[in-house]
């Protein structure tokens, strides 16, 4: 889970010990340490819920490297895929290219949260994690998708074999169902019915349900400033959406997006 949720007695163990704090001072090791302490939600393979486990998962891939997360990400994908501004810290010769980033209000409306010139981002933090933290940009996130609607390759670099992407995009929920039946935290609302979970993306099982325009088997997922994007490999097209507001459930924003994209299409 994530402390955020404020849903059961876990979430309330992650927020005591600040597991989910972006400005805790965690080092790798501290984190897994910290977290280890604290029980599970439920027994693996029994229900999903939003967690941590990409944070874990990006502990994992440190130990078996034998070197810094965020040196992983630089020689395995950003450097490949020419990536030029995608990190954990933003350079101070890019600084000036920061914009603020707003919290929603329902009284103020909006509050200033990270502000570009005094950003997080410009500071950097020690623990780098898998599953948030990164700063990037429109172009080089664009990249990215690219590369997963070309089953894992970009202009001749191949970053995942076109198997193992498949397996990361199908529905890996027990007995194929979706997220209304297993979650059982935010994502258990009607909003999510059709959509399945794979191995780090959400999954279109069935598009009627989810009351949206998109294909079977289009997938995506989104960060905490309601960025998101999505790729659909039936339609080949992918697409990236950049904002600065949190929480990301402040307004639908991205299936709005979602919608307008696919409106758009005329062949």
């Known amino acids: 889970t994530y402390g955020f949720q404020e849903r059961t007695p876990v979430d309330a ?24 302490k604290i029980p599970l939600q439920f027994d693996p393979g029994a229900h999903w819920n939003y967690s941590m486990a990409t944070d874990v998962l990006g502990a994992v891939i440190e130990r078996i ?4 997360f965020a040196q992983v990400l630089q020689e395995r994908i950003f450097g ?28 103020d409306k909006m509050q200033d949260f990270d502000s570009g010139a005094k950003s997080r ?7 780098h994690s898998g599953g948030g933290g990164l700063a990037s940009t429109l172009t080089d996130y664009h990249r990215f998708c690219l590369m997963l609607l070309g089953g894992g390759k970009l202009d001749g670099v191949r970053i995942i074999s076109r198997k193992t992407l498949d397996l990361m995009t199908a529905n890996h929920l027990p ?75 402040t307004y639908p924003v991205r299936r709005e997006v979602k919608t307008l994209v696919h409106a758009a299409i005329d062949d």
């Open 13 to 36: 163990a992650y927020r005591k010990a600040r597991i989910d704090d972006f400005d805790a001072d965690y080092t790798m090791d501290s984190f897994i340490a910290d977290l280890a």
């Open 65 to 68: 490297e034998g070197k810094p």
């Open 80 to 107: 490949p895929l020419g990536m030029v501004d995608t990190g954990f810290k933003v350079p101070a010769d890019h600084q000036h290219r920061l914009t603020d980033a707003y919290a929603f209000h329902p009284k």
């Open 121 to 127: 981002w410009a500071k950097g933090r020690s623990f």
């Open 175 to 249: 007995g194929g169902g979706d997220l209304t039946q297993h979650s059982v935290g935010i994502f258990s609302e009607a909003e999510n019915a059709g959509i399945g979970f794979g191995l780090g993306f959400a999954v279109n099982e069935n598009p009627a349900q989810t009351m949206t325009p998109g294909s079977v088997g289009d997938y995506y997922w989104g960060g905490m400033f309601s960025t998101g994007f999505f790729v659909d490999p039936v339609e080949q097209i992918c697409m990236v959406f950049m904002t600065q507001l949190m929480p990301s459930s």
